[in-house]
């Protein structure tokens, strides 16, 4: 069964970084066929994605990180990234990965919760 595990979050000052990190694991073929999304879900909002990397490694994001959050991957780890830098209170969010909308969803993981506050 996939099991994807977020880590990386924490409490950080307006304008600071965070570098969140997902392990992928049980996956049916291997990781690097999966394209993949960070999301994130503000308290008592629906959850939404903000970047996105394909198997090839073409990356997109929200208008709301473009030019602050970086997604990358390592296949031979399993692993997907978020580079989060200049960070502001409208981030503070519980981050979660996942495949992209429209395709059937692995399992959701518990999340890694984004703190920013001064």
């Known amino acids: 069964q996939v099991q994807l595990v977020e880590s990386g979050g924490g409490l950080v000052q307006p304008g600071g970084s965070l570098r969140l990190s997902c392990a992928v694991s049980?996956?049916?073929?291997?990781?690097?066929?999966?394209?993949m999304n960070w999301y994130r879900q503000h308290l008592g909002k629906q959850r939404e994605s903000v970047a996105s990397?394909?198997?090839?490694?073409?990356?997109d994001y929200a208008d709301s990180v473009k030019g602050r959050f970086t997604i990358s991957r390592d296949n031979s780890k399993n692993m997907l990234y978020l580079q989060m830098n200049n960070l502001k209170p409208e981030d503070t969010a519980v981050y979660y990965c996942n495949r992209p909308d429209g395709i059937t969803a692995f399992p959701w993981g518990q999340g890694t919760q984004v703190t920013v506050s001064s």
């Open positions: 990397i394909t198997y090839g490694g073409a990356t």
């Open positions: 049980g996956t049916t073929y291997s990781f690097r066929v999966y394209s």
